[in-house]
């Protein structure tokens, strides 16, 4: 009997996926329970899994092609493996069979991205001779692009660009022999990607925030001294009780939630004409990963302490670079922060992401002069960003709500009051 393998529910709001890579070919055997194919989301990534025992008699759908909930993926024939599975004959190998295997490329290292993976199956590149950056000497998309670009210039050396002498009607600049014009085609230095699931829903999403709310943002600078000073005298305890480091992002987290409460509509979203107000607080952590951003969410982060939030978030970071997160983890939140100081950013703009009414940007502490009563001194500054929907957050309540965080983060005891 056949059974059609197909797209199966990829959660809320999510109806496409790309298909990464099959696990099996047609003719191969398949258990119950058994990975079939990889689709990538533009959440996360998840496999689709055998229900039935049989042989895997027809791909529908190849790496790389784009598909809907329902779509057919491929055919499975059901039956005992035992019995259905016949031996494959092995052809005895030709001399240009045996140059091949020869010439056979390295096995590809572990910890290849799936979407690094995808890229070279579709250029042909050798996973093997490249040169993994990320983590762990992890092989990211960067990593396999910048090959394909060597390859493609280092193909291009050795050919000689044609010269061709300048043509011109004026006898005067012939018999000057002016310097022949020298023409090199730009294709070889070029590389034509398709993007990624997630980078295209990216690319979406961030369209959208921009076309379809009234975005405005408003600044403000934190004296970071309070909590530099008080991470430095516990840090040792903290990180020999709890197992991880006393970072910052639990403490604007908790300022966040305590600012929140005093101005729920930054905890609010619009639903056509009306205006969902939340009473609770589910904070999204955006983090830029490899393969693009994403948000895991911190759900009912009000209840968590302040080594919970910093767990959870090391938790997702880790998950984020191996692209283990599911889509229950990214779905949903009330409220977001992203941290661009991590990656050197003085000051920027974060864009909102719907249907979230309100986006926290941290950047980089630096050393400035500052007035403190009267006297100019040097403290570790930080500036901050506050995005939010004018529709539904007026100009005073966001300016309000940044001031709050401030106001906390720079008495960090009142957390815990706050808490």
Do not use: C
Request: proline residues 5%.
């Amino acid at each position: 009997m056949s059974i059609n393998i197909t797209v199966p529910e990829l959660g809320e709001s999510v109806v496409e996926a790309t298909v990464v890579r099959w696990f099996k070919s047609e003719g191969d055997p398949v258990k119950i329970g058994e990975p079939l194919v990889e689709l990538e989301t533009e959440k996360a990534n998840f496999e689709v899994a055998a229900e039935k025992e049989g042989i895997l008699t027809g791909i529908r759908k190849r790496d790389g092609e784009d598909v809907e909930v329902g779509d057919i993926l491929g055919v499975l024939e059901e039956g005992k493996v035992g019995e259905a599975a016949r031996p494959k004959e092995t052809p005895k190998p030709t001399e240009e069979a045996k140059e091949e295997i020869i010439k056979k490329p390295e096995p590809a290292p572990e910890r290849v991205t799936p979407v690094a993976r995808r890229i070279a199956e579709e250029k042909q590149v050798d996973l093997g001779k490249v040169e993994g950056t990320g983590p762990g000497s992890r092989i990211t998309k960067e990593d396999v692009e910048i090959y394909i670009e060597k390859k493609a210039e280092q193909a291009a050396q050795p050919e000689v660009p044609k010269v061709e002498p300048l043509r011109t009607k004026s006898p005067a600049l012939v018999e000057a022999k002016e310097s022949p014009v020298l023409r090199i085609s730009r294709d070889a230095r070029e590389v034509r990607i398709k993007m990624s699931r997630r980078r295209r829903t990216i690319a979406r999403r961030m369209l959208e925030a921009t076309q379809t709310t009234a975005m405005l943002t408003t600044f403000n600078e934190i004296d970071m001294s309070a909590v530099m000073e008080l991470r430095k005298r516990r840090k040792e305890s903290f990180k020999e009780k709890y197992g991880v480091s006393l970072g910052l992002n639990s403490f604007f987290v908790k300022a966040a939630i305590g600012a929140l409460k005093e101005f729920p509509q930054v905890n609010a979203e619009i639903d056509g004409d009306d205006m969902i107000m939340k009473h609770y607080y589910d904070i999204g952590v955006a983090i830029g990963a490899t393969e693009g951003l994403v948000v895991p969410v911190l759900r009912n982060a009000d209840s968590m302490s302040f080594a919970a939030i910093e767990k959870s978030i090391k938790d997702y970071a880790q998950r984020a670079e191996d692209n283990t997160l599911t889509l229950e983890e990214i779905m949903g939140g009330t409220f977001t922060i992203t941290n661009g100081g991590v990656f050197g950013s003085l000051m920027s703009t974060p864009i909102l992401n719907p249907p979230q009414s309100g986006i926290l940007g941290l950047h980089k502490i630096e050393d400035r002069a500052v007035a403190v009563n009267g006297a100019v001194v040097i403290r570790p500054m930080m500036y901050v960003a506050l995005s939010y929907d004018h529709r539904v957050v007026d100009g005073r309540e966001a300016v309000q709500f940044l001031v709050r965080v401030k106001e906390l983060i720079e008495d960090p005891e009142s957390l815990l009051l706050e808490g």
